[in-house]
Every structure is written in C-alpha cells, then in structure tokens.
C-alpha cells in the first residue's frame, strides 16, 4: 500500500466481476515480462549450494550475491 501497488490477479472467462477490458489487456503483458525477469534471475543461480555449517551457507550466498552483482541481466 504505501508504495501505492495493486496486485490483480487475472480473472476466469465465467466469473461475475470482472475486470475493464483494459485491465485485462494489460495484464498479460505485465505478466510476461515479470515472468521472463524471473526466470533469467533463475538461470544464474545455482541448482544447490554445498555447505555444512550454516556461517559457510552464509558466506556462500554472500559472495554469490557480490559476484551475480558484477554481471549484468542482458
């Protein structure tokens, strides 16, 4: 609410209320883009992080968070 962000979930074809049909335009497209953000973020991360201790998980994130940091999305 105070960064003043409405979140609309998109709506099934037999509901009652439905939104403007230009909401409904809109919505598609937002949530592609958001989509596909997430999923190139997903492909820079590794599928586990090996650590015994939870100060090395730490330590691990940490410097992957530094060197993710250096690179750039595109």
Same mark, same amino acid.
């Given at each position: 609410? &105070? +960064? %003043?962000?409405? #979140?609309?979930?998109?709506?099934? =074809?037999?509901? @009652?209320?439905? #939104?403007? !049909?230009? /909401? %409904?335009?809109? %919505?598609? @497209?937002?949530?592609?883009?958001? &989509?596909?953000? !997430?999923?190139?973020? &997903? =492909?820079?991360?590794?599928?586990?992080? @090996? *650590? /015994?201790? *939870? =100060? !090395? #998980? &730490?330590?691990?994130? +940490?410097?992957? /968070?530094? *060197?993710?940091? #250096?690179?750039?999305? !595109?």
């Amino acid at each position: 609410n &105070e +960064a %003043q962000v409405q #979140f609309l979930p998109q709506r099934k =074809k037999n509901m @009652h209320d439905q #939104f403007p !049909g230009w /909401v %409904q335009y809109f %919505q598609p @497209h937002y949530r592609k883009r958001i &989509e596909t953000s !997430g999923s190139d973020i &997903e =492909k820079l991360l590794p599928r586990s992080i @090996h *650590a /015994v201790t *939870a =100060k !090395g #998980f &730490e330590l691990k994130l +940490a410097l992957f /968070v530094l *060197a993710l940091s #250096f690179t750039t999305l !595109g």
